[in-house]
């Protein structure tokens, strides 16, 4: 039996800012293990939390940026429970009285339409410490680094809207972009900043009701989540099609066997015993700070794709590609600024930087590659202009990567500029003779013999013939013009 998948996540990001939520603790990766801590953020006895302002600011542009209901008052509670990384035995969250309600966000697909996925809630919470398992086999004891303890969480809860992994994968690359447009989250997967945690059920099709959910954590990177949801599939449905019952659980995914293993029993809010923090007095937000915190709200994502759309003709993929990454987006119109043929630059951008993009580690954007927008502009300009050919263009491509250098300083270095007219003319009578019988089927009307001639004259001048004054010559010389 075919099931349908019915998924929704939570997110968790770690926000940008300097200092934890709760004390002036660094957040700053990779510091020497328990070096940024202090008494409020290890738990010690009598420590006060106070409420870092920019979290709770970032916290609210996320929330309006995904168009949710925000209350007059928000409040924090003790979220109760015990593990290693958790050193108060509490969690400082949000039970009840959100930053956030009630909104959505729409999602791009691949063939241009928009698919608007639910928000249930955004709240800010704080996270927890880190454990650390050394590998052997006479190690019989964990670690515990709480560096990352205080560091200001938000977690954002979807409405259960999403029925496919291809819809999933749409939804995280729409998550993550637009928490890099917002600029509240550096969403480095690789460095637990961002986390997407799985609820996923089956049910069959046509049904209204929902199957049971299970939620599935230890997920450190978008495919990881894509592979769950696979193994999940099969899990599930193998249950279900044995007449059985999926219980209600919390699983981690076990990378080795690629597949989902048992964590506990899932738990209820009360499970947790919520209540108040009484440390921490509930927070006003005023119609003022509202209208404050839109104001520095930038183009979003969705909207920058539509309008590459319509000022530069651009594809609905084309402009997705170009607008999945902030910087990305910055690069196409800092080069287009500089030389405006948005098509020909997105061209080079999606073959060649991406490309180069690709093969760089995780956390690389184009803000690392070595020629700038303007240079790369440039060297669209060489071509439009006739200066050079496509064919050059691609060998000046790798210089310009290598040197950074601007194009027109390589081509005059490296004498890479298209052969003129008196040196081209012998090359072409030399090509004629040589395809003799290439050259009769052109004067026969086979015109697909142009490309045959032109490529025994490409191969001739190393690429530094221009199409544009070989094919006239040529056909001048058999007497076709």
Same mark, same amino acid.
């Given at each position: ?81 015990? !593990? ?148 999940? !599939? ?248």
């Amino acid at each position: 039996m075919d099931f349908e998948i019915v998924i929704g996540f939570e997110v968790h990001t770690e926000l940008k800012t300097n200092s934890k939520v709760w004390c002036g603790c660094s957040t700053a990766f990779g510091a020497p293990p328990n070096t940024n801590v202090c008494p409020v953020c290890l738990g010690m006895p009598g420590s006060l939390p106070v409420l870092n302002g920019k979290a709770f600011d970032l916290s609210l542009k996320t929330a309006l940026a995904m168009n949710c209901k925000i209350p007059d008052v928000a409040s924090f509670d003790r979220k109760n429970y015990y !593990y290693p990384d958790l050193p108060k035995n509490y969690q400082i969250s949000q039970n009840d009285r959100f930053i956030g309600t009630d909104g959505w966000i729409d999602v791009g697909q691949p063939d241009g339409t928009v698919k608007r996925i639910g928000i249930d809630n955004i709240h800010l919470e704080e996270d927890a410490g880190k454990n650390i398992h050394p590998e052997g086999r006479a190690v019989d004891y964990s670690l515990v680094d709480l560096n990352r303890a205080g560091t200001p969480l938000l977690e954002i809860v979807t409405r259960p809207d999403l029925r496919s992994r291809e819809e999933a994968a749409a939804f995280m690359n729409a998550m993550r972009t637009l928490l890099q447009y917002l600029d509240v989250s550096d969403c480095k997967m690789q460095e637990g900043s961002l986390r997407f945690e799985l609820n996923m059920s089956l049910r069959k099709p046509g049904s209204t009701e929902y199957g049971q959910k299970v939620e599935v954590k230890n997920l450190n990177s978008m495919s990881v989540v894509l592979k769950c949801i696979d193994a999940e !599939y099969e899990r599930q449905a193998d249950i279900l099609e044995e007449g059985g019952r999926v219980a209600q659980e919390t699983r981690l995914w076990d990378e080795a066997r690629s597949e989902t293993r048992s964590m506990r029993s899932k738990e209820t809010a009360n499970d947790y015993r919520y209540f108040p923090d009484p440390d921490l007095v509930d927070y006003t937000i005023t119609a003022e700070k509202q209208a404050e915190i839109s104001k520095d709200l930038p183009e979003l994502p969705l909207a920058r794709r539509q309008r590459f759309m319509d000022e530069f003709e651009l594809s609905p993929y084309d402009a997705g590609v170009l607008t999945s990454h902030i910087a990305t987006a910055n690069y196409f119109e800092r080069a287009v600024a500089s030389h405006r043929n948005p098509k020909g630059i997105c061209n080079w951008i999606m073959s060649e930087v991406l490309a180069w993009l690709n093969k760089q580690p995780e956390d690389t954007t184009i803000d690392d590659f070595p020629v700038s927008a303007e240079n790369l502009a440039g060297l669209v300009a060489l071509i439009d202009k006739e200066t050079i050919t496509g064919k050059i263009a691609k060998q000046v491509f790798p210089l310009m990567v290598e040197t950074g250098k601007e194009a027109s300083v390589l081509v005059e270095e490296k004498g890479l500029k298209p052969l003129d007219d008196s040196s081209l003319e012998p090359i072409v009578d030399e090509v004629l003779a040589e395809m003799s019988k290439v050259a009769e089927d052109l004067k026969g009307g086979k015109e697909k013999a142009m490309g045959a001639l032109m490529g025994g004259v490409m191969r001739k001048t190393k690429g530094k013939a221009n199409p544009a004054v070989v094919t006239p010559m040529i056909r001048k010389k058999l007497g076709l013009e």
